[in-house]
C-alpha cells in the first residue's frame, strides 16, 4: 500500500452537474492508503512510468467517508514520496 495525496470537489447531495459552478464547490485534500502504484513501462530518458489507483477506487474510498448522497470530483491523484 502507498499514500497518496488526493484533491477534490465536494458536490453536495441533490446537486446535478449543471446545478453548479466548480468555483463554488468546497475543495479539499486528504492523505488516503490505497494500492501501489503499477509500472506502466519507461520514458525515452529510463524515468520509469507507473500507474495510480484507478479513479472509481479513490472516489469510493473518498465518498465513504462523507454524508449520505454527497459525491466528489477528483481533482488530483498524486502518490506522496518520502
Known amino acids: 500500500m502507498a499514500l497518496y495525496e488526493i484533491t477534490y470537489l465536494i458536490i453536495p447531495p441533490g446537486v446535478g452537474p449543471d446545478d453548479y ?3 463554488d464547490l468546497e475543495k479539499r ?7 501501489d502504484p503499477e509500472p506502466a513501462g519507461t520514458l525515452p530518458n529510463g524515468v520509469p512510468i507507473t500507474y495510480g489507483p484507478a479513479r472509481p477506487l479513490v472516489k469510493a474510498r473518498i465518498t465513504e467517508q462523507l454524508p ?8 488530483r491523484v498524486d502518490l506522496k514520496r518520502g
Do not use: Q
Not at 449520505?68 to 481533482?75: D, P, Q
Open 21 to 23: 459552478e466548480p468555483a
Open 29 to 35: 485534500t486528504d492523505t488516503l492508503e490505497l494500492p
Open 68 to 75: 449520505a448522497g454527497t459525491t466528489v470530483a477528483i481533482l
